[in-house]
Nanobody, 124 residues
């Protein structure tokens, strides 16, 4: 069973940085896609960034391009989201998600495992 555990959220001032981590377990030697999503209460969930385990290809939402970087450390089974130049509109609950093992596609419907979420608050 795949399990995802996020950490690294918190409060930061505008222009600051945070790094989120997502520790994964239960994959075995298989390909997969992982991603970060965020949601503000009362609003739709937004896909932030994705990365696939085969090629390391990444995608980003336009709202975070140039400021956020997604990466993975396969040896540690951990995915990261480095967030720089944070803005108040980046405040949200950030969740990591994964496709099923053996399915390295990063379409929205492919994400079937989810972490519990970690809160990010950016204050001015």
């Amino acid at each position: 069973q795949v399990q995802l555990v996020e950490s690294g959220g918190g409060s930061v001032q505008v222009g600051g940085s945070l790094r989120l981590s997502c520790a994964a377990s239960g994959y075995g030697p298989s390909a997969y896609c992982m991603g970060w999503f965020r949601q503000v209460p009362g609003k739709e969930q937004e896909g932030v960034a994705t990365i696939d385990s085969v090629l390391g290809s990444t995608t980003y939402a336009d709202s975070v391009k140039g400021r956020f970087t997604i990466s993975q450390d396969k040896a540690k089974n951990t995915m990261y989201l480095q967030m720089n130049s944070l803005k108040p509109e980046d405040s949200a609950i950030y969740s990591c998600a994964s496709s099923a093992p053996g399915r390295p596609w990063c379409r929205s419907g492919d994400f079937v495992y989810w972490g519990q979420g970690t809160q990010v608050i950016v204050s001015s």
